[in-house]
């Protein structure tokens, strides 16, 4: 699995909760994420809807500092991404 697919490529536990950070610049997606994380179960799929290209790479360094898991980033048809996360702790 390449970590940028289309949205209807790959199989992944389907999200607990889908963040739309739309048309929004970072670091809002990544604060948005940070304040719904702890809404999913732990091992729960958080997606994040961002447009922003600082959110494609900022999002998955945010998982890396935060010890949280990027499982992947996929293209969404009308632009932009949907960014996976598994929420660790």
């Given at each position: 699995?390449?970590?940028?697919?289309?949205?209807?490529?790959?199989?992944?536990?389907?999200?607990?909760?889908?963040?739309?950070?739309?048309?929004?610049?970072?670091p809002?997606?990544?604060?948005?994420?940070?304040?719904?994380?702890?809404?999913?179960?732990?091992?729960?799929?958080?997606?994040?809807?961002?447009?922003?290209?600082?959110?494609f790479?900022?999002?998955?360094?945010?998982?890396?500092?935060?010890?949280?898991?990027?499982?992947?980033?996929?293209?969404?048809?009308?632009?932009?991404?949907?960014?996976?996360?598994r929420?660790?702790?």
């Amino acid at each position: 699995m390449t970590s940028r697919q289309t949205a209807t490529e790959g199989s992944t536990q389907p999200p607990a909760l889908t963040i739309d950070a739309l048309g929004k610049k970072c670091p809002i997606p990544i604060i948005m994420l940070a304040e719904q994380i702890n809404h999913v179960p732990r091992n729960g799929i958080v997606s994040v809807l961002a447009d922003d290209p600082a959110a494609f790479t900022d999002i998955p360094a945010w998982c890396r500092l935060k010890s949280h898991h990027h499982v992947a980033s996929y293209e969404l048809p009308g632009g932009g991404w949907a960014i996976h996360v598994r929420r660790n702790y």
